[in-house]
């Protein structure tokens, strides 16, 4: 049996972040399309997890990526409409049980950039 990894997510001025909280993943598949992501894995115990998102705007899914640790694995997506904030990251005005957002990471955009800029650099030297 499957069951949805729990998810926290934040939005920046030119990606979107999404955090799949699983220990210990492996067999991990993240699959980001224009406006869509799904993700799967399996953690130590075996226990199947799979989340499908219909997102809410448009993501360019060549320059999106994830980097997974022994906690999570984090998934950013550059945004089509850079500057434009998702009030959501579903397509759908429903927020499912297992999506919550980070609040730790949320934050006003002004001077941001500099910031984020940086982010992504650190994930893609991984």
């Known amino acids: 049996p ?7 997510w934040y939005d920046r001025p030119r990606y979107v972040y999404l955090e799949f909280c699983v220990e210990d993943s492996r ?3 993240v699959v980001i399309e224009d406006q869509r992501l799904v993700f799967s894995c399996k953690n130590a115990d075996g226990v199947e997890f799979y989340n499908e998102i219909n997102l809410y705007a448009r993501v360019n899914s060549k320059d999106s990526r994830e980097k997974r640790s022994d906690h999570s694995i984090t998934c950013f997506m550059r ?3 850079e500057k434009v ?3 959501r990251i579903t397509k759908e005005n429903i927020k499912p049980a297992w999506l919550s957002v980070d609040f730790d990471n ?3 955009w002004e ?5 984020e800029r940086a982010m992504v650099e650190q994930y893609a030297e991984v």
């Open 111 to 115: 001077g941001d950039e500099e910031v």
């Open 106 to 108: 949320w934050r006003d």
């Open 2 to 8: 499957r069951q949805p990894a729990k998810t926290l």
């Open 85 to 87: 904030a998702w009030p």
């Open 27 to 29: 067999d991990v598949k």
């Open 79 to 81: 945004k089509w409409k």
